[in-house]
């Protein structure tokens, strides 16, 4: 099965997505192999979900809890009334007593009503709990996968977490739902069990048999028989069923695969078709089609043993009392409202004891999502425990009082502990433009990540002034949904900035164009090329001034003159602010003022130079001179090397 693309993916572009899964991979790829995924114990599905009945929600949660108890042994009472009913209706039958019977029928209508009633007000309960216990699981989930950008990290660590977006919602669902179901009926089965085997000891009585001129006396005979069929068919049930359980599991993977293979095919339409991919995305769609398919026919061969044992349990079953039975009825041990009484008391134990046949299928699926949501839980937990190899540890970033952005001792790695970078350290003032240099595969992008604060994994210190602000612009830019706007606001909301602030930024990036649109809802993401999507980045940093600019090919889309207006629009705009690049394209270099080179050195990578440079592009030198940078560039003495 395909790889997901890198982190970066949005809208379209298959030769974005494997550049920008290249440029990412590449530098982490450089320091080894790939290692094997690690493997994890998953965390328990009920510790994890616990918190719903024992932090802040456990007075809702309780509420709903003890009233569903209540409504399901008020509900087992009255099935039990009705059991009942059955024995003097019979009776009454047998005896021709037409006023019983319709006094009979009249008890009935009471009892069916008063069992809708419950019935009602136990699924409004259990539908109560099961939300609100979803929206503190979806609660946890969301905010754990939004912390400390862990969204980001698991689509770069090496593990098994696709589909991160079904996991916490379809996944969720299916694990969350059932347990609320199972319980009550579980307990239903409880309470059932403890009622109406007391109707099969009492009512029934003890069963004699005539063996070879022997009397067999069997004291509480139908509970003896109830005990002993549904053990054989619980233990039935467990091994035809058993294999049922790894086949939904597998099934429910190969679900989740197919739907994300046919995204991306749909995200990347254009340029799919542009490179003429059809041939290779539908081998890639077929495959995943026909292993999803196999999957089916396993759970399909698994599910039609257990189903053939449930058939042919439903059609012995309320025979089987009648059976055992019969002898004493026709003995004149017990009427005929005993019997029947007896027979459905019979049925009532065995839909209880066989719980777990009856529900086999719906734990197969059950335990699938559950392992599916503890996965992601289980990947979280790894990352901020810095789980990932044998050095471990992460890099710190952290803030101080000071002017300027300092690298001390940063040793780069990969998640399973692999160095991509030995050695860096550096020190960034206010106002340089420095370039970040090296072959392809040494670690730069990984190295701005870093920086950024989205790469913890190695060891040092990378320490910015608390008083900067830092922005992170990537390959491809996201685009929420929502109006132009908004696209040009985010991270901050559209209602933050006037129209006339977020034209202005337009105008300054080159995309006067769609200022008559700022309002406009569409799905920008597709309507704005790849092009324009990095100037809205540009346009975004124009409106939120930030003091540090993190930018990884942050131009490639641009030709050589509007990657120049975007430059020189940023550094007049902003003299004062730091930017760290990543780009192949060397023209950029005339944008910097300073180089770091990585380098290979031995069997590792190092950050070996840092040369200053005189920039090409220093409109009036008013932002070099604002910073007491003038006079050193203009002096070649100043260059120096580490």
């Not at 054989?232 to 069923?241: I, P």
């Not at 009532?348 to 996965?375: G, K, T």
């Not at 769609?514 to 920008?524: A, H, P, Q, T």
Request: net charge neutral; hydrophobic share 45%; charged share 20%.
């Amino acid at each position: 099965m395909r790889k997901r693309p890198g982190p970066e993916r949005s809208g379209g572009g298959l030769e974005r997505d494997w550049n920008e899964r290249s440029s990412t991979m590449a530098d982490i790829g450089a320091a080894g192999d790939q290692t094997n995924v690690k493997t994890m114990e998953l965390p328990s599905f009920w510790r994890f979900t616990w918190g719903f009945w024992s932090g802040a929600t456990r007075v809702k949660a309780w509420a709903f809890t003890s009233l569903i108890m209540i409504l399901v042994a008020t509900s087992v009472t009255l099935v039990y009334a009705v059991n009942v009913w059955q024995k003097h209706f019979f009776d009454a039958l047998q005896q021709h007593h037409i006023q019983d019977i319709y006094a009979s029928i009249i008890k009935l209508i009471a009892l069916l009503a008063a069992v809708a009633l419950v019935g009602v007000a136990q699924n409004a309960a259990r539908m109560g709990l099961q939300v609100e216990w979803r929206r503190w699981v979806a609660d946890r989930l969301i905010r754990r996968w939004m912390s400390d950008r862990t969204y980001y990290k698991l689509t770069v660590a090496s593990g098994e977490c696709d589909n991160p977006e079904a996991r916490m919602t379809e996944d969720a669902r299916l694990a969350l739902e059932p347990v609320i179901d199972l319980s009550i009926g579980f307990l239903h089965a409880v309470l059932s069990a403890g009622a109406f085997l007391g109707v099969l000891a009492l009512v029934g009585g003890a069963l004699h048999y005539e063996v070879g001129g022997l009397t067999l006396n069997l004291p509480f005979g139908f509970v003896i028989v109830a005990l002993l069929y549904a053990a054989a068919m619980s233990s039935l049930s467990y091994f035809v069923g058993r294999p049922l359980i790894a086949a939904v599991q597998e099934k429910n993977q190969s679900e989740a695969s197919l739907r994300y293979e046919l995204t991306r095919v749909r995200e990347s339409a254009e340029s799919i078709a542009l490179i003429c991919g059809d041939d290779e995305e539908r081998r890639t769609l077929l495959g995943a089609s026909d292993s999803l398919i196999a999957r089916w026919w396993r759970i399909i061969a698994a599910q039609s043993s257990l189903i053939g044992l449930v058939n042919a349990n439903v059609v012995i079953l309320p025979l089987v009392p009648l059976v055992f039975g019969a002898s004493k009825f026709i003995a004149d041990g017990m009427s005929l409202g005993d019997l029947i009484q007896v027979a459905a008391a019979f049925v009532q134990v065995q839909m209880a004891l066989n719980w777990i046949m009856d529900n086999f299928i719906r734990l197969a699926e059950w335990r699938a999502s559950a392992n599916r949501v503890m996965e992601m839980v289980g990947n979280m937990d790894c990352l901020d425990a810095g789980l990932g190899g044998a050095e471990g540890g992460s890099i710190k970033v952290t803030r101080d009082d000071g002017d300027t952005l300092r690298l001390e001792n940063v040793i780069v790695r990969r998640d399973d502990g692999a160095v991509v970078i030995h050695e860096a350290e550096n020190i960034i003032h206010r106002g340089d433009r420095v370039m970040v240099s090296g072959e392809s595969g040494a670690g730069k992008s990984t190295l701005i990540r870093a920086i950024a604060g989205l790469w913890p994994w190695g060891q040092g210190e990378i320490i910015i002034p608390r008083a900067w602000s830092v922005m992170f612009l990537p390959q491809s830019p996201y685009l929420p949904l929502g109006t132009l706007r908004a696209a040009v606001a985010y991270p901050r909301a559209a209602d933050e900035i006037t129209v006339r602030e977020a034209s202005d930024a337009l105008r300054a990036v080159g995309l006067e164009q769609f200022v008559e649109r700022l309002d406009e809802e569409d799905r920008w993401d597709r309507i704005l090329s790849g092009g324009e999507r990095q100037r809205i980045a540009f346009a975004r940093v124009l409106l939120s001034k930030p003091d540090l600019v993190v930018m990884d090919e942050a131009t490639s889309a641009l030709d050589e003159e509007s990657q120049s207006r975007v430059m020189i629009t940023f550094m007049e705009a902003l003299p004062r602010a730091s930017a760290i690049s990543v780009a192949h394209r060397p023209s950029l270099a005339a944008f910097h003022n300073r180089t770091m080179s990585l380098r290979r050195v031995g069997d590792g990578v190092k950050l070996v130079s840092d040369r200053q440079r005189m920039p090409r592009y220093a409109p009036k030198w008013r932002w070099l001179e604002d910073i007491g940078l003038a006079h050193d560039i203009a002096d070649p003495r100043s260059a120096r090397t580490l």
